[in-house]
């Protein structure tokens, strides 16, 4: 059974920086596309960033282009989110999700529980 465990968020000031961290387990990490989403209060969840399990591509949402990097370790079956610059606006719960697909920002069937993620001005 699949499960990712997110990590690293906190509470942080504008300008600052956090490295998320999604670990998995229950799939064959190598094989799936990581993804982060995230979701403010009183709005819906969007997408953030994904990487390719096929040739490491990677997209982004483009609230958070050039300020947040996404990555993978296969050996250690984690992804990572490096969030830097924060803004307020950043403020969520950051989830961590997985797919089979390639190249897609929709139909994550796998998710963590998520991490606060808390951006004071």
């Known amino acids: 059974q699949a499960q990712l465990v997110e990590s690293g968020g906190g509470l942080v000031q504008t300008g600052d920086s956090l490295r998320l961290s999604c670990a998995a387990s229950?799939?064959?990490?190598?094989?799936?596309?990581m993804a982060w989403f995230r979701q403010a209060p009183g709005k819906e969840r969007e997408f953030v960033a994904y990487i390719s399990w096929h040739d490491w591509a990677t997209d982004y949402a483009w609230s958070v282009k050039g300020r947040f990097t996404i990555s993978r370790d296969n050996a250690k079956n984690t992804a990572y989110l490096q969030l830097n610059n924060l803004k307020p606006e950043d403020t969520a719960v950051y989830y961590c999700a997985a797919t089979l697909s390639d190249h897609t920002r929709t139909g994550y069937p796998n998710w963590g529980r998520g991490t606060q993620v808390t951006v004071s001005s």
């Open positions: 229950g799939i064959t990490f190598s094989k799936h596309t």
